[in-house]
């Protein structure tokens, strides 16, 4: 016998790498220049030339040092730089001891959400959100909540969450910049949620737990400022990864902070690690690690992605799509012209214009557009839309 859960886990795949996959067998066939992909979330912009120059670099070191292990929770001087950024950041005061390296941030909540489950537990989420987070919460053996969308402007519709908590639960996983609405959730909005698990916390007499997914931290538009949340709230963890703000999504790295704020700071600590051991996410990426304590400050170069949404937005609004207005990241979400999104979706691939329905980020009636690709293609695309468009 194997294990069913994981057997299922395994044999389907999520609908966007299910996209991802089809778009990559339909170039052979078509040509690369005839598929639209929007599928997946892989930065086109290439890497900060600094990370290249620091990887160099790196390697003339002797390969036991460079390639070796570091301690399990990672190297002590990578976790005091990336302390030390953070704290220039956002005024806090954070050690190395406050930081785990991981494999990119799917890692940091994953033991994150292992660490702080019993049986019993609850986690709640706010819709639309990243599918996987079902997956990692559902292992952990928690059940998972889901917050419905606030579908006017795709904050958090804080009257019906509130509704779903319970003393049952652990941890709430928030995600701003948001994927998929391209959304940043406004400090007005972190307040009140603060205010309302503070508030559930006492009465309840219970520790809940914000796990703020922040891949996308850097990638905003307009002069926009993302909240950082553990200054609001103080039982939050923190699961970052330099996937997409330096460009490096398949060296996955990343790293969970426990701030020492929060309750039982200390023992949150030793279950991460721990259940980083059970799962098998010690010693992060080595040359990675290095790499992102030597480029933690980099600043992202996010004026092509902006172009991008200016120029996707502007002419998909201009056919007659509904589309939610991107504040960060690099995602529009899309109404659907029909109600069934996967339909609409299906629809599109006929064109080769491939788009992930909304069902499974918790939101039905809209699909994700993935705009961090080139410009030629948002641009050879468009009439696509138009045409896509025409036939409703």
């Given amino acids: 016998m194997i294990n069913k859960q994981m057997f299922e886990y395994g044999s389907k795949s999520s609908v966007i790498r299910e996209l991802f996959s089809y778009g990559l067998e339909r170039k052979k066939i078509v040509g690369a220049d005839k598929v639209y992909d929007f599928s997946i979330g892989n930065p086109s912009i290439p890497a900060p030339a600094m990370v290249k120059q620091v990887i160099l670099e790196l390697?003339?070191?002797?390969?036991?040092?460079?390639?070796?292990?570091?301690?399990?929770?990672?190297?002590?001087?990578?976790?005091?730089?990336?302390?030390?950024?953070?704290?220039?950041?956002?005024?806090?005061?954070?050690?190395?001891?406050?930081?785990?390296?991981?494999?990119?941030?799917?890692?940091?909540?994953?033991?994150s959400i292992q660490a702080l489950t019993v049986p019993g537990d609850e986690f709640i989420v706010f819709a639309p959100f990243f599918p996987e987070y079902a997956v990692w919460v559902e292992t952990a053996g928690a059940k998972l909540l889901v917050t419905p969308a606030d579908t006017e402007h795709f904050q958090i519709h804080l009257e019906a969450f509130e509704n779903l908590l319970t003393p049952r639960t652990k941890g709430v996983i928030i995600n701003s910049p948001n994927n998929p609405s391209g959304v940043v959730?406004?400090?007005?909005?972190?307040?009140?949620?603060?205010?309302?698990?503070?508030?559930?916390?006492?009465?309840?007499?219970?520790?809940?737990?914000?796990?703020?997914?922040?891949?996308y931290r850097e990638i905003v538009y307009d002069g926009l400022k993302v909240p950082?949340?553990?200054?609001?709230?103080?039982?939050?963890?923190?699961?970052?990864?330099?996937?997409?703000?330096?460009?490096?999504?398949?060296?996955r790295i990343g790293y969970v902070i426990v701030p020492d704020e929060g309750e039982n700071a200390q023992e949150v600590m030793a279950a991460i690690a721990g259940a980083g051991r059970a799962l098998g996410y010690v010693c992060a990426p080595v040359l990675f690690?290095?790499?992102?304590?030597?480029?933690?400050?980099?600043?992202?170069?996010?004026?092509?992605?902006?172009?991008?949404?200016?120029?996707?937005?502007?002419?998909?609004?201009?056919?007659?799509?509904?589309?939610?207005?991107?504040?960060?990241?690099?995602?529009?979400?899309?109404?659907?012209?029909?109600?069934?999104?996967?339909?609409?979706s299906e629809r599109a691939k006929q064109h080769d214009v491939l788009v992930v329905p909304s069902d499974s980020f918790g939101c039905t009636g809209y699909v994700r557009v993935s705009y961090c690709v080139s410009e030629k293609m948002i641009r050879d695309a468009l009439p696509v839309f138009a045409d896509i468009m025409k036939e409703y």
């Fill in 289 to 344: 690690q290095r790499v992102a304590a030597r480029c933690a400050d980099v600043p992202s170069d996010i004026s092509a992605y902006k172009r991008n949404r200016d120029l996707l937005y502007g002419g998909l609004t201009e056919f007659g799509y509904e589309c939610v207005r991107p504040q960060g990241a690099f995602y529009l979400f899309v109404r659907s012209p029909e109600p069934d999104a996967k339909a609409f």
């Fill in 185 to 215: 959730y406004s400090e007005e909005t972190i307040m009140k949620l603060s205010e309302i698990l503070e508030r559930k916390q006492k009465e309840y007499g219970t520790s809940i737990y914000l796990l703020a997914d922040e891949p």
């Fill in 228 to 251: 950082f949340i553990p200054n609001y709230y103080k039982n939050t963890l923190v699961c970052y990864s330099y996937s997409k703000a330096l460009s490096m999504p398949g060296e």
């Fill in 59 to 111: 390697l003339e070191e002797p390969a036991e040092v460079l390639h070796g292990y570091s301690p399990a929770a990672g190297d002590p001087k990578v976790r005091e730089a990336l302390a030390d950024s953070v704290n220039r950041k956002f005024g806090t005061r954070y050690r190395a001891d406050n930081f785990y390296m991981t494999a990119g941030a799917a890692a940091s909540l994953a033991i």
